[in-house]
């Protein structure tokens, strides 16, 4: 299998894994008082945002080279998997607000996957 390929499959299991956990940490807390739904209007957004960044940031560190196209893949598998839950289980289409998310999305795994790339040469060259 093409190591890009290994990389964006690892990294988009990455995402998968880092959103389970966090989900479950979230879900203890607000069960047993210690966070207020009232507090979570943008943080489960910002959250999601930095999982999706690492989870570029792991496809880039292990390309070594296009941290765009690492990052671009990652966020475009990760964003057609969403669409196609919200669309079979939920029977939902896409909102409108939603365009936004995605494309933040898009735009912090890139910035992730470019930041593992060099964060790979930097430890090469040590």
């Given at each position: 299998?093409n190591q890009?390929?290994k990389?964006?499959?690892?990294?988009?299991l990455s995402?998968?894994?880092?959103?389970?956990?966090?989900s479950?940490v979230?879900?203890?807390?607000?069960?047993?008082?210690?966070?207020?739904?009232?507090q979570?209007?943008w943080?489960?957004f910002?959250?999601?945002?930095?999982?999706v960044?690492?989870?570029?940031g792991i496809?880039?560190?292990?390309?070594?080279?296009k941290?765009?196209?690492?990052?671009l893949?990652?966020?475009?598998l990760y964003?057609?998997?969403?669409?196609?839950?919200?669309f079979?289980?939920?029977?939902?289409g896409?909102y409108?607000?939603?365009?936004l998310?995605?494309?933040i999305?898009?735009?912090?795994?890139?910035?992730?996957?470019?930041?593992?790339?060099?964060?790979?040469?930097q430890?090469?060259?040590?």
């Amino acid at each position: 299998m093409n190591q890009r390929l290994k990389a964006v499959l690892l990294g988009v299991l990455s995402i998968y894994a880092l959103m389970i956990t966090v989900s479950f940490v979230l879900a203890l807390l607000i069960r047993f008082d210690w966070l207020n739904t009232d507090q979570l209007s943008w943080l489960p957004f910002i959250i999601s945002t930095l999982i999706v960044m690492i989870g570029g940031g792991i496809s880039g560190y292990l390309t070594e080279q296009k941290g765009w196209l690492s990052g671009l893949l990652v966020s475009s598998l990760y964003i057609i998997s969403l669409i196609g839950y919200q669309f079979l289980a939920h029977d939902t289409g896409i909102y409108s607000g939603q365009w936004l998310h995605f494309a933040i999305f898009i735009i912090a795994t890139i910035i992730g996957s470019i930041l593992g790339v060099q964060l790979r040469g930097q430890s090469n060259d040590t």
